[in-house]
DNA sequence: ACACGACCTTCCGC
DNA sequence: AGCGGAAGGTCGT
């Protein structure tokens, strides 16, 4: 092996890893379509292609994957390298972008509309993807100094922002999620596209599939075959919302809700078979454009108790007043990007990255029951 | 408005 | 080895 880069197929994006860590990203629960194939190379399907992706600091490595081209060489094309500019202004108001990251260029596309290159697209929508026109270490830094606590745990959790999600499967993933746990959830997703959803392509041996439609979901008898492959409960969540929506709305009914109102779209959602608040939110923080979208689950309930709002600590169960005064609270604190700091406290909190912690640091996870003997 | 129990199945810890 | 409880909740009472 010579290069450092065999197979000289994977094409690169510049990001600075302090605006996106993949690793924690794409393993945090919010999608459960990415695997760790190989140390630091992530696989999983955008939409209805399959992509390769892994990082250094500086650099986004990623190849693409289509329906109809061969899992040894990607469409070829010619190098088109991102023109620096500086001066690319963050479309949210006040922040002033100091940082030195590379950058992407925003109207890349737009000035290559006439004649788009297949690299356009993919820069494209990896920007959409991971939603790189946000400053993330603006606002980390923005939400350091407004909370003590999120400024010692994000030191550990850098460059975790939110995916920029499909929002049908973000949807029926999400339903999936009540009271279950994520390895389960990431299995179950993936038989909703193993059984019912299109043929993407076969990449190193393992064939890649679609998030099913949702009309596809809708038949008579999914409920039972969802069943017997072990959706319990589930199952009719999953049918009955497929149905609603396609009898009472268009196919593109969800992508409408995208930017409305937050509190229209949490409505709307929750009229949803197997919606409540919970989910809900993850909807709307996740697929709907609400960045201040709180989902408040079990984990956040406990930090929230642990070290924002102690009154919580004697309350006996999570009611609807509650929970909207969770959310309010750390909107409050965090500002109107609250949603995406949550996610930094939600993924410290999961147990598969605890050591993640610096060593000196205090898992706080750890019950202290005994010393291994 | 709030509290409780049922709900499918799997994973984890003791 | 096997059991109880929890798992990114929701729904009905």
Redo the contacts with the bound molecule.
Sequence with gaps: MSGKLPGSAWKSFPVCIKELRIDTTLA???SFRWKELKPGEWTGVIKDEVWKLKQTSTELFYQVFRRGTSDIKPVIKKEILPVATEKLKDSSKKRKNTTTCPQPPKKLLLELKTEPFIEDLDIKTIQDYFQLNINLTQLYKQWSEADSNFEEISTSFPGIRMLHQDPVENLFS??C?????????T?MVNLLCVNFGEEICEVDGQMYYQFPAIYKLAADDIEQKL??L????????INQTSKYIVNNHTNEWLYSLRGLPYKDVKKAL?K???????????VC??SMDQPGS?????????IAARHYIPKLNV????????YDEIGDYFRGLWGEYAGWA??VL??AD??KFQDKFDSKKKVKKS?S??KVK
């Design positions: 945090c629960g919010q999400f339903i999620s009540s009271n279950n746990h994520i390895s389960r959830i299995s069943r017997d072990g959706f319990g409960y589930r199952a009719k969540y929750m949803l078979c197997g919606v409540g608040a919970k989910v809900a939110d993850c923080l996740m709180i989902p408040v689950d079990t984990h956040v309930w406990q309350s006996k169960s999570l009611t609807d007043k509650l949550h996610s939600f993924t999961l147990k019950k029951k005994t």
